[in-house]
């Protein structure tokens, strides 16, 4: 009775909860996400302004990426300008956000250092990924804002050290341009980036590491390997996937990136924004604020899509396990090898 009672517990299938579970998910998603999507395809084939029904087949993308008239050559330039900002402003923050995240990793996890207060400081340190960027931003700009007779709260800071001068004539200060500067906007936003993001990417390093075994570590140990050498031949290589993970979603969020940028601007202007403009703003200028050229807009949006594709693979390709690639080879050799000898001998192995 008992194996009976066994064998009808084990014929339930307990699959339809884990679907009933993800469900709303899907629905949300076709509701509220893929469908836009879909939309905005159509619409990038589509005109602009008063012409948005109709039809331009590939003339946005022809405009965006090759450009023609004098007018559609400065859409041409600005997108290109753009991208290049967002791949400046992206890698910037991500080089020392990974190195930064990184070593406290590595640093948190060394089981021979006894740190007090671990658990404080990592929720410390994560605390600023709780912050909405908006937010970040806009207190950024107050602290770098600066005026003719006001410098700025880190440019007077600054001024108190001595870096900053002050004219003592007319009062003026001779600030560090901060928000107006070319890099030293970027640089500003790049810094809000890493100290946004750099305790997430800590924590999933972290579980990365924990989750190597241990005995490893304990036989590196053992044969007398320093710390360097094991984190060169044993946490790097293994912490692999983590590190691709970690490298694909930056990189999306990093192309998309549009509030810190946008927000840490004085003002709306197009022209304000030139030095720090992702591809995000340029699409919302075009999208909102620019005579309504959705197609444009469309175009914009599909393009980076495309290129976060592409970008994607590479970094999937690049951070493969090669070591996994090279036994799924050799087992596909002994396979057709088998396979080979087994018609050799009339189809009965040996």
Not at 41 to 53: A, D, Q
Not at 132 to 137: D, G, I, N, Q, R
Request: hydrophobic content about 50%; charged content about 15%; glycine content about 8%.
């Amino acid at each position: 009775m008992a194996s009976g009672a066994q064998r009808r517990i084990k014929s339930i299938s307990y699959a339809k909860y884990g679907y009933m579970f993800i469900l709303p998910f899907f629905l949300v998603y076709f509701f509220f996400q893929l469908w836009p999507l879909i939309n905005t395809f159509i619409l990038s084939f589509h005109g602009n302004g008063k012409f948005v029904e109709e039809w331009v087949g590939l003339q946005n993308y022809k405009d965006i990426l090759f450009g023609g008239s004098r007018k559609v050559r400065v859409i041409h330039e600005s997108f290109f300008e753009c991208f290049k900002n967002t791949l400046i402003l992206w890698i910037g923050n991500f080089i020392p956000q990974l190195a930064l995240s990184l070593s406290l990793a590595v640093w948190f996890t060394e089981a021979q250092l006894k740190i007090p207060g671990k658990g404080f400081f990592k929720v410390v340190m994560y605390l600023p990924n709780i912050i909405t960027a908006a937010s970040v931003a806009v207190l950024f700009l107050q602290l770098c804002g600066q005026s003719e007779t006001n410098p700025g709260a880190i440019n007077y800071m600054l001024y108190k050290m001595g870096i900053v001068t002050k004219d003592s004539a007319s009062g003026l200060y001779d600030s560090i341009p901060l928000v107006e500067g070319v890099w030293q906007s970027r640089i500003v936003v790049m810094f809000i980036q890493t100290w946004m993001w750099f305790g997430n990417t800590m924590i999933m390093l972290m579980s990365g590491i924990q989750g190597i075994n241990p005995s490893l570590f304990e036989a590196a140990s053992i044969d007398g390997a320093s710390s360097g050498q094991v984190f060169r031949k044993i946490t790097l290589p293994l912490l692999t996937p983590i590190m691709a993970y970690t490298l694909i979603t930056s990189m999306i969020g990093g192309l998309q990136m549009f509030d810190i940028p946008f927000l840490y601007t004085k003002t709306g202007n197009v022209k304000d924004h030139l030095k720090t403009m992702a591809v995000m703003i340029f699409q919302y200028f075009h999208a909102q604020a620019d005579e309504n050229k959705m197609g444009y807009a469309g175009a914009v949006s599909v393009l980076l899509f495309f290129i976060t594709l592409i970008l994607g693979l590479i970094a999937f390709y690049m951070t493969r396990d090669k070591d996994e690639i090279a036994k799924k080879k050799q087992r596909k050799k002994i396979a057709q090898q088998a396979k080979r000898e087994s018609k050799q001998f009339g189809g009965i192995s040996i």
